[in-house]
């Protein structure tokens, strides 16, 4: 059969660094730090007292209150995220069969306030079980999907992708591979998370992943600098309407770039470890270079996973050389995680809009924080440090990892 072709014609943003996708863009460029010191919760007991918190977000400015108590943040910035980029794509909705949009979201923890918080309500109590009845419906990160679904009653595919960090880079692929079979003409995609809580923060530094750089988190998430300790905890939603190629240019819509292909793999080796020679990484490239049709010398801008971790950004670059051979050294590699943290399952989706934007400019965000270089890495390198760069950016990889050593890359390229 003869694979339809996939467009991105509407992005919507919620991160720690900006509150639409105009807003966080221009903070990538500008190379803006979203850590800060948490206001959600006392932090003074924490080894981390520090995040990448959205910032000046009222969920009352989007819905209702009664029914935002339905939901676990997670799902309310989904919402959010969605809203904004089925407007910015211009759907004449109603017109539209219901039966072909669908919904294929990522979360790799979703409510885990609400988990949190229920949980803790009845630890205090006598044992009599006394939960609330949205607990579970909160909680679960299909809700999501669901809650979009039902406000705009579209019918087509509809769920959930959980694989840790790679969530919403699965979810998009998933997606992008339904409308090309043509099982669906329209897929709102993405991602959204919501951890920063005492559960998210206190888990992470048992596991010892966090930063701990409480004198200077905007300049914590460092990722390739030789200094770097750890993943700075980010929250946040990004969504990205999917359209079959002829369904949007039919109707005449803006095209911000084509999907071309992606990639899965599996690093099959521990828990939470990366592979220390990046195999899994170049497999999920090689992947999705094959299912793009593509060489590595004509993929322009590759946003790394680029999490700020020791073993990780290592993996990553060891894995990508080897792929792109010398023309790693012509590319522009970046990680936005240096701006906005990890938005764990949400960072794909955030990661997946930045390439798009790039694209779109012509400009390329940086990696910030960077100020002791790693002798690992090869000077030669151009990691996009510290400030923005032009480039006509063609084609761009966005990379996505996660624990379990699930792996991901989407390839998108100007329309």
Known sequence: ?????????????????????????????????????????????????????????????????????????????????????????NLPLSELDPHRIGVIWGSGIGGLLTFQEEVKSFAKGDGTPRFNPFFIPKMIPDLSAGHISIKYGFRGPNFVTVSACASSTNAIYDAFTYIRLGKADVIVSGGS??????????????????????????????????????????????????????HAKKRGAKIYAEVIGGGMSADAYHITAPHPEGAGITKVMENALEDAGISPQEVDYINTHGTSTPLGDIGEIKAITQVFGDHVFKMNIS????????????????????????????????????????????????????????RDVKVALSNTFGFGGHNASIIFRKA
Request: aromatic share 6%; net charge negative.
């Open 1 to 89: 059969m003869t694979l339809k072709r996939v467009v991105v014609t509407g992005l919507g943003a919620l991160t720690p660094i900006g509150n639409t996708l105009r807003e966080y863009w221009d903070g990538l460029k500008a190379g803006t730090s979203g850590a800060a010191p948490i206001t959600r919760f006392d932090a003074t007991l924490f080894k981390t007292k520090f995040a990448c918190e959205v910032k000046n977000f009222d969920i009352g400015n989007f819905m209702d209150r009664k029914e935002a108590r339905k939901m676990d943040p997670f799902a309310q910035y989904a919402m959010v995220v969605a809203d904004e980029a089925i407007k910015d794509s």
């Open 193 to 246: 998370e919501a951890a920063v809580c005492e559960a998210g923060v206190g888990g992470f530094n048992a596991m010892k992943a966090l930063s701990e750089r409480n004198d200077s988190p905007e300049t914590a998430s460092r990722p390739y600098d030789k200094e770097r300790d750890g993943f700075v905890l980010g929250e946040g939603a990004g969504a990205l309407i999917l359209e079959e190629y002829e």
């Open 335 to 390: 990680s936005t995680k240096s701006m906005t943290g990890h938005l764990l399952g949400a960072a794909g989706a955030i990661e997946a809009l930045a390439c798009l934007m790039a694209i779109n400019e012509g400009v390329v965000p940086p990696t910030i924080n960077n100020s002791t270089p790693d002798d690992q890495l090869d000077s030669r390198l151009n990691l996009t440090l510290n400030k923005a760069q032009k």
